[in-house]
T-cell receptor
Framework: GQNIDQPTEMTATEGAIVQINCTYQ??????LFWYQQHAGEAPTFLSY????GLEEKGRFSSFLSRSKGYSYLLLKELQMKDSASYLC??????????????FGSGTKLNVKP | EAQVTQNPRYLITVTGKKLTVTCSQN?????MSWYRQDPGLGLRQIYY???????DKGDVPEGYKVSRKEKRNFPLILESPSPNQTSLYFC????????????FGPGTRLLVL
């Protein structure tokens, strides 16, 4: 397996900004994904990075630095409904163009009023 | 409606009794995958398929089998389930492309006694 690390739990206040970090070690890097998962539900896609830099998508932004093996997800103007787990996932591609996915164990975000 | 479906959603079984969890997608996706999710361990890929008749092991394939005879279906087979296979299972599918994200099914919660 690959080492994908993210904080276990974070707490933030409604209306604030929170940054969730993810570090990874991998070979054959072919993209980094962020997913949101509410308790008891399936993960849903939030963002994708394959090149260095920032991708912005409404209240959510994701950053990638391939040389540092580092990404973060930035959530602005937090809402109570943002309380969920956030999963960082790395896609690897091998010599045969086969794709495997490796997920971090997720960061549980608690948004308080 | 574009979706990934899994059946059953909940299953209680006993050690050694063969079972199959079905997965079907209606989006004409080439890539399909099975994951298990356990507390503290995150999502771990069991098997994946790049296309019909093309499957490969993920991170935790022991005790599982898959087949991909048709594009839309990707069943997960547990020939002789054991209690350590008690978990939440997700099927996912995506188009085969660099920027394509996976769409997850609703999950199957399995308890092996």
């Amino acid at each position: 397996g690959q080492n994908i690390d993210q904080p276990t739990e974070m707490t933030a206040t409604e209306g604030a900004i929170v940054q969730i970090n993810c570090t990874y070690q991998t070979s054959g890097f072919n993209g980094l994904f962020w997913y949101q998962q509410h308790a008891g539900e399936a993960p849903t896609f939030l963002s994708y990075n394959v090149l260095d830099g920032l991708e912005e998508k409404g209240r959510f932004s994701s950053f990638l630095s391939r040389s540092k093996g580092y990404s973060y997800l930035l959530l602005k103007e937090l809402q109570m409904k943002d309380s969920a787990s956030y999963l960082c996932a790395v896609r690897e591609e091998d010599l045969y163009n086969f794709n495997k996915f490796y997920f971090g164990s997720g960061t549980k975000l608690n948004v308080k009023p | 409606e574009a979706q990934v479906t899994q059946n059953p959603r909940y299953l209680i079984t006993v050690t050694g009794k063969k079972l199959t969890v079905t997965c079907s997608q209606n989006m004409n996706h080439e890539y399909m995958s099975w994951y298990r999710q356990d507390p503290g361990l995150g999502l771990r890929q069991i098997y994946y398929s790049m296309n019909v008749e093309v499957t490969d092991k993920g991170d935790v394939p022991e005790g599982y089998k898959v087949s991909r005879k048709e594009k839309r279906n990707f069943p997960l087979i547990l020939e002789s389930p054991s209690p350590n296979q008690t978990s939440l299972y997700f099927c996912a599918s995506s188009l085969k492309g660099r920027q394509e994200t996976q769409y997850f099914g609703p999950g199957t919660r399995l308890l092996v006694l």
